[in-house]
C-alpha cells in the first residue's frame, strides 16, 4: 500500500524528464500533471520534432555502438546533438515552426527562451531513461537524470 502511494507520487516531466516534485496545490488534481513547470508545458514534445529526432539518434548510436563495444558501448549527450544536427540540415529547419508561432498568440508577454539544442537533446536522454530506455551514468556510475549536471554518458541497460 505504502509502495503503491510513494509510486503514484514519482512522476517524470513529459518534456524535460525530470522527476516532478509533488506539490500541495496538484493535490486533487495530480494524476492529471504531465509538466513541472509552464515552460515545459509549452515546449511540449511534438511528433517529428527535433527532440524525437534526438531521441531515435541516441538510440541508434547506442545500437550502433553495441555492435562494435559491446555492452560496454556509450555515447555521450553532445556527440548525438552533433549527429542529429549533421542529418537535419538536409531536411526543413525545426526551428521554424510555424505550429508554435500559431499557438501562442497574444501571450508573447510570458514566452519564455526557446530551449537550447543542447539542453533538448538532454531532456530527450533524460526521457529515454526514464523509460527504461537507455541509462544516464557519469564516472562509470548510473546517475539520477533529474540532477546531473555536467556530461551525461549515455549507454544501454545491459
Ligand atoms: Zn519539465
Redesign the pocket.
Known amino acids: 500500500m505504502s509502495q503503491v502511494t510513494r509510486s503514484a507520487l514519482q512522476k517524470i516531466?513529459a518534456?524535460?524528464g525530470?522527476q516532478i516534485t509533488w506539490r500541495k496545490k496538484w493535490a486533487k488534481n495530480w494524476d492529471a500533471i504531465t509538466?513541472?513547470?509552464d515552460p515545459?508545458r509549452k515546449n511540449k514534445i511534438r511528433p517529428n520534432s527535433l527532440d524525437t529526432t534526438f531521441e531515435s539518434k541516441i538510440l541508434a548510436l547506442l545500437a550502433h555502438g553495441r555492435t562494435i563495444h559491446g555492452l560496454a558501448a556509450s555515447i555521450t549527450c553532445e556527440e548525438a546533438e552533433q549527429e542529429a544536427l549533421d542529418n537535419n540540415k538536409n531536411d526543413k529547419p525545426d526551428e521554424e515552426d510555424p505550429e508554435t508561432v500559431r499557438e501562442s498568440p497574444g501571450d508573447t508577454r510570458i514566452d519564455s527562451q526557446p530551449t537550447s539544442t543542447r539542453e533538448r537533446c538532454r531532456q530527450a536522454a533524460r526521457r529515454l531513461a526514464a523509460r527504461g530506455e537507455i541509462l544516464i551514468t557519469q564516472n562509470g556510475k548510473v546517475v539520477d537524470p533529474s540532477f546531473a549536471k555536467g556530461v551525461m554518458e549515455l549507454k544501454l541497460p545491459s
Do not use: G, H, M, N
Request: aromatic residues 12%; charged residues 10%.
Open positions: 516531466c518534456t524535460c525530470r509538466y513541472c513547470s515545459c
